[in-house]
C-alpha cells in the first residue's frame, strides 16, 4: 500500500511521467558536517528545478545498481535492455 502511495504521490502530485523520469544517485563522503552541508545543497538544486530526494534507502539500492548493471550488461543486451552507469566526480566549487 505504501508503494502504491509514493507512485501515486509522483505520478499525481508531483506530475513526473514514467516514461520521462529521471534518477541520480549521489554518494557524499567526508565529515559530518561537510557531508550535510553538501546534502543540503543538493537538495535545493533538486527542489529548484522541481525535483525530490528519494531517501537514503534508494540511494544505497541505486548506488549498488550501478555495480550490477556492470554485470548484467551483456544479459540486457541480449534481451533487448539497455542499461548503463555513468560515474563522475566533480569539485563543490
Keep these: ?5 509514493k507512485k501515486a504521490y509522483i505520478a499525481k502530485i508531483k506530475g513526473f511521467k514514467g516514461d520521462e523520469v529521471c534518477a541520480a544517485t549521489c554518494l557524499f563522503e567526508g565529515p559530518k558536517d561537510l557531508v550535510s552541508m553538501q546534502q543540503s545543497s543538493m537538495h535545493k538544486i533538486a527542489a529548484k528545478y522541481g525535483g525530490l530526494s528519494g531517501g537514503a ?7 549498488q545498481l550501478t555495480y550490477m548493471i556492470a554485470y548484467i550488461r551483456d544479459f540486457c543486451l541480449l534481451n533487448g535492455v539497455v542499461a548503463e552507469s555513468f560515474e563522475t566526480s566533480c569539485p563543490w566549487s
Design 1 to 5: 500500500m505504501i508503494n502504491n502511495l
Design 57 to 63: 534507502e534508494n540511494g544505497i539500492k541505486g548506488y
